[in-house]
């Protein structure tokens, strides 16, 4: 029942790219205003719903509505063009199986080209129905839309208390520009009451602010250009003239595009095109008697989807690449991902050592790193004094860099090793073999590292071997041009030894200054940075080990309720822990060295959503000094009156922020711990100064978690876990 009601609200939904239930139910309502358009209407939904899923269309697809938007769409009409007869019924039938046909059709071209079908099949199937109609003498057309005057009569002679109500707004005394617009959006569904356009409207801004803004926008650009043009502006709500430009700016401002200021301006821009073009379309088809409704707005959205797809440069107007079906979810989640993991890379590449180095020679640094090779990393080691030998450091032996393990940097094969280059004496160069003995390692999908002025007989692994990342491969030497021991590290494209390099950043690694440290995410390290890689613990790493099919149960000490949660995978291979109690869902990555949520759907009040912000990013090695930040989507984590301010500008600017900030506070032992407890906060800012904040701490025992519990507004809530 569950999945039939949501299909049928859905498909009322679509039409402005929503699965909005509230949003579903004003449309489905204001249909009814007018009661055998709201039985048409709902009747094509249910009828194309059903065929769909007897012949065995995707049940995802019918459940969100994607055919029964163009089904509602095509039954307002025939309800609205013809009489009810038994011929009508007949008809009927036929129009929507003609309709579901050229929807799956269309869905199978559109898609392999990345473009939504949007109301193409709705038109498709008019024009089909409307030209074979009319050589039907059993079909006939209804006069109510041709004499106004017959039409209110007969609302009138019926339940004339429910027609007064409908039509209580018609001579309110609301500029000429509002009133088309809520004609425009009541027209959408074949409706004229003002009423029914205010409920839309209404319903439309509490689905989404920055819909409804474009919804505006989209009209009062069409507004603006008819006017400027010289145009009939009280065409706009005949025959969905209006709705195409609405439809154009909810689709192009925030559903296909991040919705910024550039998709609105786009929208802006493109109305005169689409005024154009309707104009064309309207003069074309009448010919044939027809009229274009939503086929002006379906052409340009899919023209100018394909124009933006086949860019060379994504700038100003970004595609949507997971769809929320909510502007703001988009927005918002786009804007953190993109703060997240701006300089992230799929391919984490990590130090080529153990324990604490100096940055001798960083990014374009005036020695050697030039040019084109002026993208490496040298390293070595180095004392208090930032002296990178003991004793008299005029032997090799005396440079404490020297003759330690160098490893791999990442998952890969040995593609080739130079192993014929003699030491050099200290202060002693060889120009002739620059990059001395050599290790080229290939990280697959065309990523190269280059390790040089490695000691000659020292490697560990041969041509065409897979190591993996962290494995011994050789040790620091000084061959080569290099005057003291050191490690020359190199990314490239290029498998040849002395490529072009890289500009590449490490995905994780400790800085340290003075006696503190802090933990730097997917950066380049700077020349003098003392660096060393994060150190992993057991307890840590298995205790955030949630592998497919883990279960864990949360019992709440206070109340004995227990809350079961599953560690599942979806069809994109993305890991998620569903919570049976709640329904909601949190997916996570967790790469080795950090494990991190990035998303949440469901419920904000669920134990499941505390969680996801208590364990928003967690370092899987302790170090009690250093903090771990991060942002998190204003979408799930705000208050709703700020909220819905946030939302109007959010698009131009945000003037609040949530913040994440984790640190381990109690560890047992530094180097093998076995108890530890993580604490995290997540605070709510706007313009700079807090307005929310809230308290979490997971306590680790025995490799896995012990216990959780989150604190705000002075109340702690306390769950104990039993994995």
Same mark, same amino acid.
């Given at each position: 029942?569950?999945?039939?009601?949501?299909? +049928?609200?859905?498909?009322?939904?679509?039409?402005?790219?929503?699965?909005?239930?509230?949003?579903? /139910?004003?449309?489905?309502?204001?249909?009814?205003?007018?009661?055998?358009?709201?039985?048409?209407?709902?009747?094509?939904?249910?009828?194309?719903?059903?065929?769909?899923?007897?012949?065995? %269309?995707?049940?995802?697809?019918?459940?969100?509505?994607?055919?029964?938007?163009?089904?509602?769409?095509?039954?307002?009409?025939?309800?609205?063009q013809y009489e009810f007869n038994s011929a009508f019924y007949l008809l009927f039938v036929v129009a929507i199986g003609l309709l579901l046909i050229i929807s799956v059709w269309l869905h199978g071209i559109f898609s392999r080209h990345g473009l939504p079908f949007l109301s193409f099949p709705?038109?498709?199937?008019?024009?089909?129905?409307?030209?074979?109609?009319?050589?039907?003498?059993?079909?006939?057309?209804?006069?109510?839309?041709?004499?106004?005057?017959?039409?209110?009569?007969?609302?009138?002679?019926?339940?004339?208390?429910?027609?007064?109500?409908?039509?209580?707004?018609?001579?309110?005394?609301?500029?000429?520009?509002?009133?088309?617009?809520?004609?425009?959006?009541?027209?959408?569904?074949?409706?004229?009451?003002?009423?029914?356009?205010?409920?839309?409207?209404?319903?439309?801004?509490?689905?989404?602010?920055?819909?409804?803004?474009?919804?505006?926008?989209?009209?009062?650009?069409?507004?603006? #250009?008819?006017?400027?043009?010289?145009?009939?502006?009280?065409?706009?709500?005949?025959?969905?003239?209006?709705?195409?430009?609405?439809?154009?700016?909810?689709? %192009?401002?925030? #559903?296909?595009?991040?919705?910024?200021?550039?998709?609105?301006?786009? !929208?802006?821009?493109?109305?005169?095109?689409?005024l154009m073009l309707m104009i064309f379309l309207d003069k074309t088809l009448v010919v044939f008697q027809l009229k274009s409704f939503t086929l002006a707005f379906s052409i340009i959205i899919s023209l100018f989807l394909l124009f933006l797809q086949n860019r060379w440069f994504h700038k100003?107007?970004?595609?949507?690449?997971?769809?929320?079906?909510?502007?703001?979810?988009?927005?918002?989640?786009?804007?953190?991902?993109?703060?997240?993991?701006?300089?992230?890379?799929?391919?984490? !590449?990590?130090?080529?050592?153990?324990?604490?180095? /100096?940055?001798?020679?960083?990014?374009?640094?005036?020695?050697?790193?030039?040019?084109?090779?002026?993208?490496?990393?040298?390293?070595?080691?180095?004392?208090?004094?930032?002296q990178t030998y003991q004793n008299s450091g005029t032997e090799k032996d005396d440079f404490y860099c020297y003759n330690k393990p160098v490893l791999a940097p990442m998952d890969g094969y040995i593609y080739d090793i130079v192993n014929t280059v003699e030491e050099n004496d200290i202060a002693?160069?060889?120009?002739?073999?620059?990059?001395?003995?050599?290790?080229?390692?290939?990280?697959?999908?065309?990523?190269?590292?280059?390790?040089?002025?490695?000691?000659?007989?020292?490697?560990?692994?041969?041509?065409?071997?897979?190591?993996?990342?962290?494995?011994?491969?050789?040790?620091?030497?000084?061959?080569?041009?290099?005057?003291?021991?050191? +490690?020359?590290?190199?990314?490239?494209?290029?498998?040849?030894?002395?490529?072009?390099?890289?500009?590449?950043?490490?995905?994780?690694?400790?800085?340290?200054?003075?006696?503190?440290?802090?933990?730097?995410?997917?950066? +380049?390290?700077?020349?003098?940075?003392?660096?060393?890689?994060?150190?992993?613990?057991?307890?840590?790493?298995?205790?955030?080990?949630?592998?497919?099919?883990?279960?864990?149960?949360?019992?709440?000490?206070?109340?004995?309720?227990?809350?079961?949660?599953?560690?599942?995978?979806?069809?994109?291979?993305?890991?998620?822990?569903?919570?049976?109690?709640?329904?909601?869902?949190?997916? /996570?990555?967790?790469?080795?060295?950090?494990?991190?949520?990035?998303?949440?759907?469901?419920?904000?009040?669920?134990?499941?959503?505390?969680?996801?912000?208590?364990?928003?990013?967690?370092?899987?090695?302790?170090?009690?000094?250093?903090?771990?930040?991060?942002?998190?989507?204003?979408?799930? #984590?705000?208050?709703? #009156?700020?909220?819905?301010?946030?939302?109007?500008?959010?698009?131009?600017?945000?003037?609040?922020?949530?913040?994440?900030?984790?640190?381990?506070?109690?560890?047992?032992?530094?180097?093998?711990?076995?108890?530890?407890?993580?604490?995290?906060?997540?605070?709510?800012?706007?313009?700079?100064?807090?307005?929310?904040?809230?308290?979490?701490?997971?306590?680790?025992?025995?490799?896995?978690?012990?216990?959780?519990?989150?604190?705000?507004?002075?109340?702690?809530?306390?769950?104990?876990?039993?994995?």
């Amino acid at each position: 029942m569950k999945y039939w009601l949501g299909g +049928i609200l859905h498909s009322y939904s679509q039409i402005f790219y929503s699965l909005d239930k509230v949003l579903a /139910f004003v449309i489905l309502l204001t249909t009814f205003f007018t009661p055998h358009l709201g039985i048409s209407g709902l009747c094509a939904v249910v009828l194309t719903n059903v065929i769909a899923h007897l012949i065995g %269309i995707n049940r995802k697809l019918i459940g969100e509505g994607l055919y029964g938007f163009n089904a509602l769409l095509l039954g307002l009409f025939l309800g609205f063009q013809y009489e009810f007869n038994s011929a009508f019924y007949l008809l009927f039938v036929v129009a929507i199986g003609l309709l579901l046909i050229i929807s799956v059709w269309l869905h199978g071209i559109f898609s392999r080209h990345g473009l939504p079908f949007l109301s193409f099949p709705f038109i498709v199937t008019y024009c089909i129905i409307v030209l074979s109609a009319g050589n039907f003498s059993h079909i006939l057309l209804t006069e109510d839309h041709a004499f106004i005057i017959n039409s209110v009569a007969k609302e009138k002679n019926f339940l004339s208390f429910v027609y007064d109500w409908i039509h209580s707004c018609d001579e309110l005394d609301l500029p000429v520009s509002i009133v088309i617009y809520f004609k425009t959006l009541a027209g959408t569904f074949f409706q004229s009451s003002v009423l029914a356009g205010m409920l839309i409207a209404g319903a439309l801004l509490y689905f989404s602010r920055i819909a409804f803004s474009l919804s505006v926008l989209g009209f009062a650009s069409a507004y603006f #250009f008819y006017s400027a043009f010289g145009a009939d502006v009280n065409q706009l709500d005949v025959n969905l003239v209006g709705s195409n430009f609405i439809f154009m700016a909810i689709g %192009i401002g925030c #559903f296909y595009i991040i919705p910024n200021a550039f998709s609105y301006l786009a !929208v802006f821009l493109l109305t005169p095109i689409l005024l154009m073009l309707m104009i064309f379309l309207d003069k074309t088809l009448v010919v044939f008697q027809l009229k274009s409704f939503t086929l002006a707005f379906s052409i340009i959205i899919s023209l100018f989807l394909l124009f933006l797809q086949n860019r060379w440069f994504h700038k100003f107007l970004h595609l949507v690449t997971i769809q929320y079906y909510s502007a703001e979810k988009t927005i918002y989640k786009y804007i953190t991902s993109i703060n997240r993991f701006k300089n992230a890379h799929l391919a984490k !590449v990590g130090l080529p050592f153990w324990g604490e180095w /100096f940055v001798s020679q960083g990014y374009n640094g005036k020695i050697t790193h030039l040019g084109d090779w002026g993208k490496a990393l040298d390293f070595v080691i180095v004392d208090d004094q930032k002296q990178t030998y003991q004793n008299s450091g005029t032997e090799k032996d005396d440079f404490y860099c020297y003759n330690k393990p160098v490893l791999a940097p990442m998952d890969g094969y040995i593609y080739d090793i130079v192993n014929t280059v003699e030491e050099n004496d200290i202060a002693g160069v060889n120009t002739v073999d620059n990059w001395g003995n050599t290790v080229v390692m290939n990280h697959l999908n065309g990523l190269f590292t280059q390790i040089s002025h490695i000691k000659k007989d020292s490697f560990k692994v041969a041509v065409g071997e897979y190591v993996t990342k962290g494995t011994v491969i050789a040790t620091c030497g000084n061959s080569g041009r290099s005057p003291e021991p050191h +490690i020359h590290f190199q990314v490239q494209l290029d498998p040849k030894i002395g490529s072009k390099t890289l500009e590449y950043p490490i995905a994780y690694y400790i800085e340290r200054e003075g006696k503190e440290q802090f933990l730097r995410v997917s950066e +380049i390290p700077k020349e003098e940075a003392i660096i060393s890689s994060v150190n992993l613990h057991t307890l840590l790493t298995e205790s955030f080990s949630f592998l497919p099919g883990c279960k864990m149960r949360f019992k709440d000490v206070d109340s004995d309720v227990v809350i079961e949660w599953e560690v599942f995978t979806d069809e994109l291979n993305r890991c998620y822990i569903y919570c049976h109690h709640s329904k909601s869902v949190a997916y /996570f990555v967790n790469d080795g060295t950090m494990f991190y949520f990035f998303d949440f759907e469901g419920s904000r009040k669920s134990l499941l959503f505390h969680f996801y912000l208590a364990a928003y990013r967690v370092l899987l090695g302790c170090y009690e000094q250093v903090e771990v930040t991060d942002s998190v989507p204003l979408i799930h #984590f705000n208050s709703l #009156f700020l909220q819905w301010i946030q939302d109007f500008l959010a698009p131009f600017y945000r003037f609040t922020r949530a913040e994440y900030t984790s640190t381990y506070v109690r560890v047992d032992n530094i180097h093998d711990p076995a108890i530890a407890t993580l604490e995290s906060k997540v605070e709510a800012k706007f313009l700079g100064s807090r307005f929310r904040k809230i308290k979490f701490e997971i306590d680790l025992l025995n490799k896995t978690i012990h216990q959780f519990s989150y604190t705000h507004n002075g109340i702690k809530k306390t769950y104990v876990c039993e994995k």
